[in-house]
């Protein structure tokens, strides 16, 4: 055993490839837990039971769902543009397992730590719009140029609030880097709760929940009037691909949230956070994170276009810039 | 600028309304039931296929005349009603009761026509086969085998 870890300490593009395989192993995994408790959630808020035939509590449902989608044929409509077609899936799907690489899981537990980390987040985090654009475009479909038309503008109006959250807490850490950013809250001061920074959470939530084309702000896929958007085209693993990076986008938009308002992999009332310790904090705040989302889907209805932009563009951006300044005064005061 | 708070401020109200109302949806108990392991009574006032009554409790006897106003009046034509007279029987005795469910409305006429109530509806709801055979109910067989 201490040789493997020698080895691994020793050969980091090893080390790397170790990595980034167990975190694809985590991108699957944690669609297909969130899937089937967004499903059981889904049920319980509309008073059913979900899924109950497989296993206990259906619980086997969604591998099964993911075994079916494997074994399903990829069909391309005719006037598609192939390359661009298949490759959608795969551009929307890569990125979510980088982010997942600079994630600071605990102190010692992550895939790469960057000094930017924030900033190559939120770009890598920028490429999903790109990918459902692509996706979109090649279906030669007016569904789904309509949905990725509606994700482009979207695009827009959401990333300037969720920028100028973020940078508040950035203001205050005077780093970009997420271990730091966390370390700078070890103990019982968590960001969130100084008033300023929880406007932030807020904010960033709210849009939060526009980044992760979930409702009330799933414009991009709204089922009731463009079928299913972007995606309407794709089949089998094509569309699971994108199922998952679903799932994945929205465990970084609460990972992040945790990360950068909750404490990261510190502990609530100072308790130990060491290496798996602090794994299991930073996991159940975001998944605790993570079933709000879904009880939030299953509340609201989703939102008209313009009703997005007005919340966006008249409400999140001045509260944000307003909350920016107020933090920078209080920086420069403190 | 005006009411620009006060519709932050009701909007969020009741956004957290909203919340609330799903969260109690989310402990309250789930209403549907799990069919082929669960079921629920049915209503007494259902309105399934016809069937003949029973004479009582304990006897399998039926109340039918084979006066025919049920297969008269039936707007489908889906009963077939058949009697004969027999030796030191009063009346006539019920030989066929033959009843086509595949075409019969349900309209019930045939049940408000019948002088002797000896036809209600049944409460079976569970109906499903692969032949249109299967629908074609012999009644006098089915009130024996009860």
Known sequence: MQQIIDLIQTYSLLRMLIAFLVLIGIVFLNAIVMGYLERKIAARIQRRWGPMEIGVQGWLQMILDGVKMLAKQLIVPRDADRFLFRLAPLLCFTPVVMIFAALPFSKALYGINLHIGLIYIIAMASINVFAILIAGWSSNNKYSMFGAMRSVAQNIAYEIPILLSLLSVVLTTASFDLQKIVEAQSGWLWFAVYPNLFVAFVIYLIAGCAETNRAPFDLPEAESELTAGFHTEYSGFGFGLFAVAEYGNLFIMASIASIMFLGGWNGPFGLASGPLMGAFWFLSKVFVLMLVMIWVRWTYPRVRFDQLMNLAWKYLIPFSLVNLLITAFLVKMI | ?146
């Not at chain 2, 949806?25 to 399934?48: F, H, L, M, S, W």
């Not at chain 2, 009697?83 to 045939?110: A, M, P």
Request: hydrophobic fraction near 35%; glycine fraction near 10%; charge should be positive.
């Open chain 2, 1 to 146: 600028m005006s009411g620009y708070f006060r519709d932050i401020y009701t909007g969020g109200k009741s956004l957290l309304i909203g919340l609330g109302v799903t969260f109690k949806a989310i402990i309250k108990p789930v209403v549907t039931v799990q069919y082929p392991r669960e079921k629920i009574d049915v209503t007494p006032n259902i309105r399934g296929h016809i069937e003949l009554v029973r004479f009582d409790e304990n006897d399998s006897r039926h109340n039918c005349l084979v006066c025919g106003m049920c297969a008269k009046n039936c707007p489908c034509g889906c009963l077939t009603v058949e009697g004969e007279k027999r030796e030191g029987v009063k009346g006539k005795v019920l030989t066929v009761f033959d009843y086509d469910f595949t075409k019969c409305s349900l309209c019930g006429i045939c049940v408000e026509s019948c002088s002797r109530t000896a036809l209600t509806f049944s409460s079976e709801y569970e109906l499903a086969g692969f032949s249109r055979q299967e629908f074609h109910f012999d009644l006098i067989k089915r009130l024996e085998g009860k």
